[in-house]
C-alpha cells in the first residue's frame, strides 16, 4: 500500500526583477513537493487517505493568500512535484531550494532532518506539516525547521488535561505494534506524567484475528485483564485496530485516544471562530473535508503570507524575523491567535478534543494556567525543550 506522502516543499518566495521589495512588489511562489511513503496495510479500508492529503490545504492557503495580495499587488503561485517510493528526494528539494528558500513539507522525520541538513537549506525557511514526532522540536530540531502541525506531546497533554478535569485517574492503554502507534503511546506516557497522572496498566495489540468478523468476542477477551477503570487510552496511529475497540470492551468505559475522544490538530466538528468559512471553502474548492495534514499545510502557506504581506518583502531574514517577532499573528479560526515559539519553531495552536460527531473541548482546558502564554501547557515549553539551534 503507497500513501502519497507529501514534502510540501512550499512556499517558494521569488523576489521579481532584483529581487528587492523596495523595486518591485514582491511575489510568491509555493511549491509543494509529494513524496510517497509505503505503508503497512491495516484491517479495514474504510477511511482512505485521500490522494490530495495536505496539498488541498496548500492549495486553499494559496487562494486565502491570493484573495489579500489582489488588493496589495502581491502574486502567488503554486508548482508541485512528486517523488516516488525510493526516489531522489534530496534531488528534488535541492532542485527546489535553488528556485527558493521556502519550503513547506510533509516528509517523515529523517528525511525532515536531511533536508533540513543540506547546505542547499542554509538560511531557508523549512515548513513540517506531517511529523509530529517530539524529538523534532527538542534534541533534534533545526533553527530553518518550523513546525505548523501540533507536535504528538501538544496533542497527548490535551487530553491528559481532560483526564484531570474530568478526574479519570484510573487510565489503561492498548498500544498498537507500528512506529507512529509507539511514539504516540510513548507521547501518552509523557503526558500522565507531567499532569501527575499515570497509567494502572498496559496492553500491546498483538491480535492476528480478522476484527470485521470477530470484534464482539475477540476485543471483551483482550480487555478483561484491565478490570475496572476510568478511561482507556488507544495508541492506534495507524488507524488499524482501534475502529474495533469501541463498545467491544469487556467494562463499558470511555475510549480515548487515537479512537474515540481524540485529540487532533483539526477537525470538520469544528465550527466555531470563523471555521464554518473555511471548512466551506476548502470543500467547495475540494470536495472533501478538511484534514488536519490539510490544516498544516494551509497554516503553513498562511504564515509566509501573512509575513509578506506585513513586511512588504520576500527577502528570508526580514520574513523569519518577523515570522518570530511578537508582531506576528496567524488567525487560524481557533478561537486565538497562533503564534511560533521562539525556542523550537512549534506553532502554537488550540488542540480541538473531539468524537466524530461534535468538539468536546478544546485544549487548554481552563484552569490550566501558564506564566506567559496558556498555549505553552502544550507540548514542550522553553524549560522542558532541549532544542539548542534556536538559542
Known amino acids: 500500500m503507497v500513501r502519497n506522502h507529501i514534502i510540501g516543499a512550499s512556499l517558494v518566495l521569488a523576489a521579481t526583477a532584483s529581487g528587492s521589495s523596495s523595486s518591485a512588489e514582491p511575489n510568491l511562489t509555493v511549491g509543494y513537493l509529494r513524496v510517497e511513503v509505503a505503508l503497512a496495510p491495516t484491517l479495514s479500508n474504510l477511511d482512505p487517505i485521500p490522494d490530495d492529503i495536505g496539498i488541498a490545504g496548500a492549495r486553499t492557503g494559496l487562494k486565502d493568500n491570493q484573495t489579500t495580495g489582489k488588493f496589495l499587488g502581491h502574486e502567488y503561485t503554486l508548482n508541485t512535484q512528486s517523488v516516488p517510493v525510493d526516489g531522489d528526494v534530496l534531488g528534488a528539494a535541492k532542485q527546489m531550494l535553488g528556485a527558493s528558500p ?23 525557511l523549512l515548513f513540517n506539516t506531517s511529523a509530529g514526532d517530539i524529538a523534532l522540536r527538542d534534541d533534534a530540531c533545526r533553527v530553518n525547521l518550523l513546525h505548523s502541525l501540533p507536535s504528538d506531546a501538544m496533542r497527548t497533554d490535551a487530553l491528559a488535561q481532560v483526564y484531570v478535569q474530568k478526574r479519570w485517574t484510573d487510565l489503561v492503554m492498548i498500544t498498537g505494534t507500528a512506529p507512529h502507534d509507539k511514539a504516540y503511546a510513548d507521547a501518552m506516557r509523557r503526558s500522565l506524567t507531567k499532569f501527575g497522572l499515570k497509567l494502572s496498566d498496559e496492553k500491546e495489540w498483538d491480535e492476528a484475528a480478522d476484527m470485521r468478523r470477530t470484534a464482539s468476542q475477540e476485543i471483551p477477551l483482550f480487555t478483561q485483564s484491565f478490570g475496572d477503570y476510568d478511561a482507556m487510552i488507544v495508541a492506534d496511529e495507524l488507524q488499524d485496530f482501534g475502529r474495533y475497540v469501541l463498545y467491544n470492551t469487556w467494562a463499558a468505559r470511555p475510549v480515548t485516544g487515537s ?50 504581506t506585513r513586511t512588504n518583502s520576500a527577502e528570508a531574514e526580514a520574513l523569519r524575523g518577523y515570522i518570530f517577532s511578537d508582531a506576528f499573528e496567524l488567525a487560524g479560526f481557533k478561537g486565538r491567535p497562533l503564534t511560533y515559539r521562539d525556542w523550537n519553531g512549534q506553532l502554537r495552536q488550540p488542540i480541538a478534543v473531539v468524537h466524530p460527531r461534535a468538539l468536546v473541548a478544546q485544549a487548554p482546558l481552563d484552569g490550566f494556567l501558564h506564566q506567559t502564554n496558556e498555549l505553552d501547557s502544550l507540548g514542550l515549553d522553553r524549560p522542558e525543550s532541549k532544542c539548542e539551534a534556536f538559542r
Open 102 to 124: 521556502y519550503l513547506v513539507l510533509d516528509a517523515p522525520a529523517e528525511v525532515l532532518l536531511q533536508i533540513a541538513d543540506l547546505p542547499d537549506a542554509e538560511g531557508a
Open 259 to 308: 479512537e474515540g475522544l481524540s485529540a487532533v490538530t483539526w477537525s470538520p466538528v469544528i465550527e466555531q471562530w470563523g471555521a464554518a468559512q473555511l471548512q466551506s471553502r476548502f470543500a467547495d474548492q475540494n470536495n472533501r473535508e478538511i484534514r488536519s495534514q490539510d490544516y498544516a499545510a494551509w497554516a503553513a502557506l498562511r504564515t509566509l503570507g501573512e509575513a509578506v
